[in-house]
């Protein structure tokens, strides 16, 4: 049987973090040394970038242009969303083609938590949610769940009937957007086949539990008086429905791709690290299929590789964040045209038993200062 998140698009007991993760100073080796066995050529490659742009995914920038011996150009958006309409610059500016996308998470080290990150440019080194974007979408179906967590209620009726009473704003069908109730796996029917309340209160109405929640539930139910159902409105007995904004920042896409998990993710130990795999899978699916259809890259080699970004807030002392990177999938597509798509446990592997050594990668100060003292040229109008 299909679990409740089984509408994901993808599979996140398949994106595993524990043990497959890379340091970007290391990672960027690797990459570029499995670009070169792929035939790419030193000085023609052109690398690109889908980060979120957080101030915090600027190593892994500096890294890339290090390695790669190029800035890279931008294919992302707010919240590690890829600007596919970018493919046709972006091909036209390299001979092989480089494509790194993520989705990032803060993590506290001190607490082993995840979606928290320490900004040292902040008054007293704040620490905020990591991603913003992702917080910000979340927030309002946090919001919700948590209003459905305290008002919704186990309790007993006459006879010691097992009652689940429910706040009548989460019982409006009419509602454009909200947290819906799977109702057959919460109520009971009646004879006529209908969800029949026994008593009405002023902002609530009681109805009899189903049997197969009552049974479920059975170790908590309170013998006498009531409780909020809290921990126990698990992700398959609701969905949510939400009029995306539009936003100009992502085109309401971040937002999309979580929506139909949203009953997981707000139900997860992390709520920001769960969103931000699932849109790291969902842009991954998405991104590959414009890639394959797209004309912009005949005749051209290319690597997409897509993964998450973990932003593990720097301690004192660090400039920048020890950022992590956890490879989720790659699509590679030879110059005559053949392509294949590699999984994370044989991506993983991949790169793991590639050398991170890295001997094209540039020096940025010694290229720097000849930038510095290269003759001036005047520019004339």
Not at 38 to 50: D, N, Q, T, V, Y
Not at 200 to 225: D, N
């Amino acid at each position: 049987m299909l679990s409740a998140c089984s509408d994901i698009n993808v599979h996140l007991g398949e994106f595993f973090i524990e043990g497959k993760t890379f340091r970007y100073s290391s990672f960027m080796g690797r990459l570029y040394n499995f670009c070169k066995g792929l035939g790419f050529e030193k000085g023609k490659i052109m690398p690109s970038r889908a980060f979120c742009s957080d101030e915090n995914q600027g190593y892994p920038v500096i890294l890339i242009a290090k390695h790669f011996g190029c800035f890279p150009f931008n294919h992302g958006r707010v919240g590690g969303v890829v600007s596919t309409s970018r493919h046709g610059p972006f091909a036209e500016h390299g001979q092989d083609l480089v494509i790194i996308h993520a989705s990032h998470v803060g993590y506290d080290p001190d607490h082993h938590q995840f979606g928290s990150y320490r900004r040292l440019q902040t008054e007293g080194c704040l620490s905020g949610p990591t991603c913003g974007k992702i917080s910000g979408v979340l927030d309002w179906y946090l919001k919700e769940f948590d209003f459905s967590c305290q008002n919704i209620f186990l309790e007993r009726g006459e006879n010691g009937r097992a009652l689940v009473t429910i706040d009548n704003q989460l019982l409006l069908e009419g509602r454009s957007e909200g947290l819906f109730l799977h109702y057959e796996k919460l109520i009971e029917l009646d004879a006529a086949g209908d969800y029949r309340p026994i008593r009405s209160y002023s902002t609530s109405k009681s109805f009899p539990a189903a049997p197969s929640f009552e049974e479920r539930v059975a170790a908590s139910w309170p013998s006498a008086g009531r409780r909020a159902i809290a921990c126990d409105l698990m992700p398959d007995l609701f969905y949510f429905k939400r009029d995306v904004p539009n936003d100009p920042e992502s085109e309401g896409r971040l937002e999309k791709n979580i929506l139909s998990s949203m009953s997981c993710v707000v139900k997860a130990p992390s709520p920001l690290l769960m969103a931000a795999q699932i849109n790291t899978q969902v842009e991954f699916d998405r991104t590959y299929r414009s890639l394959v259809q797209g004309r912009e890259f005949e005749g051209k080699r290319l690597v997409f590789i897509s993964g998450l970004n973990i932003d593990i807030s720097p301690r004192e002392g660090q400039l920048f964040p020890l950022t992590k990177f956890v490879p989720w999938a790659a699509f590679v597509k030879e110059k005559a045209g053949s392509s294949r798509v590699i999984e994370q446990p044989e991506l993983f592997e991949t790169l793991r038993d590639i050398d991170d050594h890295n001997a094209d990668q540039v020096d940025l100060e010694a290229a720097i200062g000849v930038m510095a003292h290269t003759e001036e040229v005047v520019i004339r109008t």
